[in-house]
Antibody, heavy 115, light 107 residues
């Protein structure tokens, strides 16, 4: 059974870079899936950040495209998110997910942007 | 356009039918999915391909589509259905989008 687990710092300073990793267990990241990042600010809705295929092809939310980068490390069976120039508005629970059937979500990790 | 619009809230009494709409131009060309999210939990898929129900999802959950609008219907809503509901779809150029979410209150 495939599982996803996010990891990374829970606190990032303003203007810094948010970096998170999603470990894929119980299956190969090289399967025919797009792997996604989704975030949810406290008390607000879900926002699609972007996605990556195991080949390295990516798609990003236009509103974040200038600051976001998603990469894949097939040797470690994981994919990663980098979001630069963060502000308090980037404080959110960040989920990694497979948004194609069978749908799969990580448990989510709260990242707070604060000095 | 690259947006999906949902009502911010819907309220029904237990046993009544709840209907949550999601509107967007992309829905004329792309299927929608519906996710249910309860506090502190990751979202759960309740409808895919506009009207298909995953295994394990109660039959009271159904979906439909007409033009630029898809609708999630919960027939005989129960207290445990109280949650936030999000529609989700693909847009052009492989972009994806969530609706703003609808808070369903059952009381």
């Amino acid at each position: 059974q495939v599982q996803l687990q996010e990891s990374g710092p829970g606190l990032v300073k303003p203007s810094g870079t948010l970096s998170l990793t999603c470990a894929v267990s119980g299956g190969s990241i090289s399967s025919t899936n797009w792997w996604s990042w989704v975030r949810q600010p406290p008390g607000k809705g879900l926002e699609w950040i972007g996605e990556i295929y195991h080949s390295g092809s990516t798609n990003y939310n236009p509103s974040l495209k200038s600051r976001v980068s998603i990469s894949v490390d097939k040797s470690k069976n994981q994919f990663s998110l980098r979001l630069s120039s963060v502000t308090a508005a980037d404080t959110a629970v960040y989920y990694c997910a497979r948004l194609q059937p069978p749908i799969l979500w990580g448990q989510g990790t709260l990242v707070t942007v604060s000095s | 356009s690259y947006e999906l619009t949902q009502p911010s809230s819907v309220s029904v009494s237990p046993g009544q039918t709840a209907r949550i709409t999601c509107s967007g131009d992309v829905l004329t060309k792309k299927y929608a999915r519906w996710f249910q999210q309860k506090p502190g939990q990751a979202p759960v898929l309740v409808i895919y391909k506009d009207s298909e129900r995953p295994s394990g999802i109660p039959e009271r959950f159904s979906g439909s589509s007409s033009g630029t609008t898809v609708t999630l219907t919960i027939s005989g809503a129960q207290v445990e259905d109280e949650a936030d509901y999000y529609c989700y779809s693909a847009a052009d150029n492989n972009l994806k989008v969530f609706g703003g979410g609808t808070k369903l209150t059952v009381l």
